[in-house]
């Protein structure tokens, strides 16, 4: 009975352990659900607090973006005045680098030679055309008339080959013009060549022209002849210049 009795009491004292223990535990369990509940709580608040930020934030965001545009927009704008004033600088400095350059008072040169000879061809062009319209031509229709001043023989010893010389020339100057569109890379060699030719056609002229002027003063002696020439010298075009003066132009172009 003693033993049945100590077994008993044993049972009964584990039992009672079990049962705190488990007291013990529901505690712990309770207490961490309060734990649990309080946090959940806490995160609820935590969630309503950030959703109602949300709803603020598209605004603000907005706002935010709009400035950062902004002063994006001014840090561009100030980039780029920046880049082209260091662009503006450095091809400034390009600029004057190139035209204190050899090369460049050299090409300087050149076109000041290129630009003197246009204009000196042009303009004596000019004076052979103002010599053939002015007076060669208007001479031959006269000497073809019933009654002329002068014969054919004597017009073509006063011009002799001015005519030749104004056409050679016309071409040359068209040449030089359309080279000069292609500028600065312009190559004239070739013009040049075929002015050799007219080195024996000038030959000619300054061989004849002392004879020319003797022709020409007597034809002068003739009084309808004179007649004819001071009406032609005396067109605006001419500006005052006599027959003689127009013919010496091809002397002054040899010399």
């Known amino acids: 009975m003693m033993l049945q009795k100590e077994e008993l009491e044993q049972k009964h004292l584990h039992l009672v352990q079990i049962v705190e223990s488990e007291k013990t535990a529901k505690w712990q369990y309770t207490q961490q659900c309060e734990e649990l509940t309080m946090e959940i709580k806490k995160l609820r608040s935590e969630l309503n607090t950030l959703k109602r930020n949300w709803r603020l934030t598209p605004n603000l965001s907005l706002s935010e973006d709009d400035d950062n545009t902004e002063d994006l927009r001014k840090i561009k704008k100030v980039q780029s005045f920046f880049r082209g004033w260091l662009c503006r600088r450095r091809w400034k400095q390009i600029v004057n ?17 290129v630009f003197r000879m246009v204009e000196a061809e042009e303009e004596y062009v000019e004076q052979l055309q103002l ?51 292609s500028w600065p890379t312009l190559v004239l060699g070739d ?18 022209h002392h004879f020319s002027l003797q022709v020409l003063a007597e034809c002068k002696q003739k009084e309808k002849f004179a007649q004819l020439l001071r009406r032609l010298e005396e067109k605006p075009a001419l500006q005052g210049r006599t027959l003689e003066t127009f013919l010496t132009y091809p002397m002054h172009q040899v010399s």
Do not use: W
Not at 97 to 113: G, Q
Not at 147 to 154: I, V
Not at 191 to 208: G, S, T, W
């Open 191 to 208: 013009l040049f060549d075929m002015l050799l030719p007219m080195l024996v056609i000038y030959q000619e002229y300054v061989r004849n």
């Open 131 to 181: 010599l053939v319209s002015g007076f060669l031509r208007p001479l031959k229709m006269a000497a073809s008339s019933q009654k002329p001043p002068c014969t054919h023989d004597e017009v073509n010893s006063i011009f002799l080959n001015s005519e030749t010389i104004m056409f050679l020339h016309q071409i040359f100057i068209k040449g030089l013009t359309a080279r000069m569109e």
């Open 97 to 113: 680098e190139y035209i204190n350059s050899p090369h460049a008072e050299n090409m300087r040169k050149r076109n000041s030679l």
